[in-house]
């Protein structure tokens, strides 16, 4: 066996291709022995040869040249052209007042990047086209499975008739039969009759045989003849057969008495699949227990705020609830007890313009004039997203761990949903797929179901507009009628459930809408409700509904 080919056999040189590998030129990415270093360096003196022991190869970046200067490496980095520049490029005019960043940071970055790329493709992109596949491929196979039992059905049914055609060919035989057996009893009789005949007439015969021959004139007178008779013939016997008149086979007429094939179809829904999650949440677990609606929904107790206006309400456990409303302090109660336990100022001293409550159990709130999201930690204020040009309203956290932020932009002409992964911007959500704004402008709440729809109470288009994980649109929701009050829809705070419900408040009505999955109207919830606002559940589906009329968060049984 060749040494050099051998997949056992240790690397080689690749100039004497005879010699082990000791050493590596970084700059050419060729392996080398200590013998042939001398040999590589002399080979092309236009460039700059990091020879390196081999062990370490790649360890020295290999920076890009410079399009612009020769023999330059780039080991700077345009921000604002977005490529990478040599110490020249950045000493020209050209790249004048723009920001510059080392390589090796941008590249950091882009490495991050692509990590979390890559994560996200290997924990949830491919396992989700990998349920995909396995779910066209059980299709394809209960495919094959129906279309068997169709052909059996077919099958079964033309032996069916079979054993009727069979069964009318049998009775028309027999028919024939019987038709043929009377007829021939008929001429059978009539024969017999014939054949008496034809024995008289011998008899009679044979009688003048005997006068012609005697000499007894006695005997000559005796005989009488019957000739007479005899000239009258029997009548002639015709039997008529009987026709068999098939019935004309026609192809139309018979398809519709043996049975038609439906045509077959093969829909698409863009909307039936979803991303896979790996987070394991009650939002992306096994399947909830059903839960029927109550008839009458039942208020379990009311708790006093003591805001002036009161706006938002966000879950921190089965126990504990956190109220924001028209000034810059968010109170944390005892649900139970309906007590105060904990008060937190903005960092502005300005009023929140929406709260939430991440997977951690940090609250999270949105500050309109500052331009800003910001995050609780453990008493803490940290600033997470500061935006430009565009103003944050509504917040909430996802199953999965990040934000879903509404904003708006300085002229209140626009309006988008943006995904953030900690401080980094995932995914923008704005258009339709023909290129029309999802969202009108003004304040909106948000929230994300069960299936991972992205739920928003668009106030300024009174609606709640429903999107998939893409941010494809599914369905919008524009009330019921007749509403409790008679007047028109006006969305405010919205939540989910287990059950994947959609509950809106509608201030105007003084109510919650509650809506499927699917965007259809199921129930409303009354309870002597006051102007509701805010909304929010917790993970025994208990409601919680901020009113602004009294001043009240309370807490509403409607499922069973």
């Given at each position: 066996?060749?040494?050099?080919?051998?997949?056992?056999?240790?690397?080689?040189?690749?100039?004497?291709?005879?010699?082990?590998?000791?050493?590596?030129?970084?700059?050419?990415?060729?392996?080398?022995?200590?013998?042939?270093?001398?040999?590589?360096?002399?080979?092309?003196?236009?460039?700059?040869?990091?020879?390196?022991?081999?062990q370490a190869r790649k360890s020295t970046p290999l920076y890009p040249g410079c399009t612009s200067h020769n023999k330059q490496q780039c080991t700077?980095?345009?921000?604002?052209?977005?490529?990478?520049?040599?110490?020249?490029?950045?000493?020209?005019?050209?790249?004048?007042?723009?920001?510059?960043?080392?390589?090796?940071?941008?590249?950091?970055?882009?490495?991050?990047?692509?990590?979390?790329?890559?994560?996200?493709?290997?924990?949830?992109?491919?396992?989700?086209?990998?349920?995909?596949?396995?779910?066209?491929?059980?299709?394809?196979?209960?495919?094959?499975?129906?279309?068997?039992?169709?052909?059996?059905?077919?099958?079964?049914?033309?032996?069916?008739?079979?054993?009727?055609?069979?069964?009318?060919?049998?009775?028309?035989?027999?028919?024939?039969?019987?038709?043929?057996?009377?007829?021939?009893?008929?001429?059978?009789?009539?024969?017999?009759?014939?054949?008496?005949?034809?024995?008289?007439?011998?008899?009679?015969?044979?009688?003048?045989?005997?006068?012609?021959?005697?000499?007894?004139?006695?005997?000559?007178?005796?005989?009488?003849?019957?000739?007479?008779?005899?000239?009258?013939?029997?009548?002639?016997?015709?039997?008529s057969l009987p026709r068999f008149i098939p019935g004309k086979i026609q192809g139309k007429e018979l398809c519709k008495l043996f049975g038609t094939?439906?045509?077959?179809?093969?829909?698409?829904?863009?909307?039936?699949?979803?991303?896979?999650?790996?987070?394991?949440?009650?939002?992306?677990?096994?399947?909830?227990?059903?839960?029927?609606?109550?008839?009458?929904?039942?208020?379990?107790?009311?708790?006093?705020?003591?805001?002036?206006?009161?706006?938002?309400?966000?879950?921190?456990?089965?126990?504990?609830?956190?109220?924001?409303?028209?000034?810059?302090?968010?109170?944390?109660?005892?649900?139970?007890?309906?007590?105060?336990?904990?008060?937190?100022?903005?960092?502005?001293?300005?009023?929140?313009?929406?709260?939430?409550?991440?997977?951690?159990?940090?609250?999270?709130?949105?500050?309109?004039?500052?331009?800003?999201?910001?995050?609780?930690?453990?008493?803490?204020?940290?600033?997470?997203?500061?935006?430009?040009?565009?103003?944050?309203?509504?917040?909430?956290?996802?199953?999965?761990?990040?934000?879903?932020?509404?904003?708006?932009?300085?002229?209140?002409?626009?309006?988008?949903?943006?995904?953030?992964?900690?401080?980094?911007?995932?995914?923008?959500?704005?258009?339709?797929?023909?290129?029309?704004?999802?969202?009108?402008?003004?304040?909106?709440?948000?929230?994300?179901?069960?299936?991972?729809?992205?739920?928003?109470?668009?106030?300024?288009?009174?609606?709640?507009?429903?999107?998939?994980?893409?941010?494809?649109?599914?369905?919008?929701?524009?009330?019921?009628?007749?509403?409790?009050?008679?007047?028109?829809?006006?969305?405010?705070?919205?939540?989910?459930?287990?059950?994947?419900?959609?509950?809106?408040?509608?201030?105007?009505?003084?109510?919650?809408?509650?809506?499927?999955?699917?965007?259809?109207?199921?129930?409303?919830?009354?309870?002597?409700?006051?102007?509701?606002?805010?909304?929010?559940?917790?993970?025994?589906?208990?409601?919680?509904?901020?009113?602004?009329?009294?001043?009240?968060?309370?807490?509403?049984?409607?499922?069973?």
């Amino acid at each position: 066996m060749d040494p050099r080919t051998s997949a056992q056999d240790v690397m080689r040189c690749d100039l004497c291709e005879t010699a082990v590998v000791q050493m590596h030129c970084d700059t050419c990415l060729v392996n080398l022995c200590k013998a042939c270093v001398g040999e590589h360096m002399i080979s092309d003196e236009s460039k700059d040869h990091r020879v390196i022991k081999f062990q370490a190869r790649k360890s020295t970046p290999l920076y890009p040249g410079c399009t612009s200067h020769n023999k330059q490496q780039c080991t700077m980095y345009c921000n604002q052209c977005d490529i990478p520049v040599c110490i020249k490029c950045i000493a020209s005019d050209q790249h004048l007042g723009h920001k510059i960043s080392e390589i090796l940071k941008v590249v950091d970055e882009k490495k991050v990047k692509i990590n979390k790329e890559r994560t996200e493709l290997y924990e949830t992109i491919y396992p989700t086209y990998q349920d995909i596949a396995s779910d066209v491929q059980n299709r394809m196979s209960q495919l094959e499975k129906e279309y068997g039992d169709l052909s059996t059905a077919i099958t079964k049914h033309g032996e069916d008739w079979h054993r009727e055609i069979d069964k009318l060919v049998k009775k028309l035989k027999a028919e024939v039969d019987e038709m043929k057996n009377t007829q021939l009893q008929t001429l059978q009789k009539h024969l017999d009759e014939i054949n008496k005949t034809m024995s008289d007439i011998k008899d009679e015969i044979n009688s003048a045989d005997m006068a012609i021959d005697t000499n007894d004139l006695s005997k000559l007178f005796s005989v009488t003849s019957s000739v007479n008779i005899y000239r009258n013939l029997p009548n002639k016997l015709a039997p008529s057969l009987p026709r068999f008149i098939p019935g004309k086979i026609q192809g139309k007429e018979l398809c519709k008495l043996f049975g038609t094939l439906s045509s077959s179809s093969l829909t698409s829904d863009k909307y039936a699949y979803s991303m896979k999650t790996t987070q394991k949440s009650p939002e992306a677990g096994s399947s909830p227990p059903v839960k029927q609606l109550l008839d009458q929904p039942e208020t379990v107790t009311t708790i006093n705020t003591g805001y002036q206006c009161l706006n938002s309400v966000a879950c921190l456990s089965d126990e504990e609830i956190w109220t924001s409303g028209g000034d810059s302090t968010m109170k944390l109660f005892s649900i139970n007890q309906g007590s105060l336990l904990k008060s937190i100022r903005t960092k502005s001293g300005y009023e929140p313009c929406n709260i939430a409550v991440t997977k951690s159990g940090d609250l999270v709130y949105t500050e309109y004039g500052y331009r800003t999201v910001n995050i609780v930690k453990n008493e803490k204020i940290e600033e997470v997203i500061r935006l430009q040009n565009w103003i944050p309203t509504g917040v909430c956290s996802t199953s999965s761990g990040d934000l879903l932020v509404i904003m708006e932009n300085d002229d209140y002409t626009q309006t988008k949903v943006v995904c953030y992964s900690d401080s980094t911007e995932k995914q923008t959500i704005q258009f339709d797929d023909k290129g029309k704004p999802l969202y009108s402008s003004g304040l909106c709440y948000i929230t994300e179901n069960r299936n991972l729809d992205i739920c928003v109470s668009d106030i300024g288009a009174k609606a709640v507009v429903v999107v998939n994980q893409a941010g494809k649109l599914r369905f919008r929701y524009t009330g019921h009628t007749p509403a409790p009050k008679n007047k028109p829809f006006n969305p405010r705070g919205i939540t989910t459930d287990s059950q994947s419900h959609i509950l809106t408040a509608d201030d105007y009505n003084h109510c919650v809408h509650i809506i499927d999955q699917d965007g259809q109207f199921l129930r409303y919830i009354d309870c002597g409700l006051s102007q509701p606002r805010g909304l929010c559940t917790d993970t025994n589906d208990n409601l919680f509904v901020a009113q602004d009329g009294n001043r009240q968060v309370k807490k509403i049984k409607y499922l069973q």
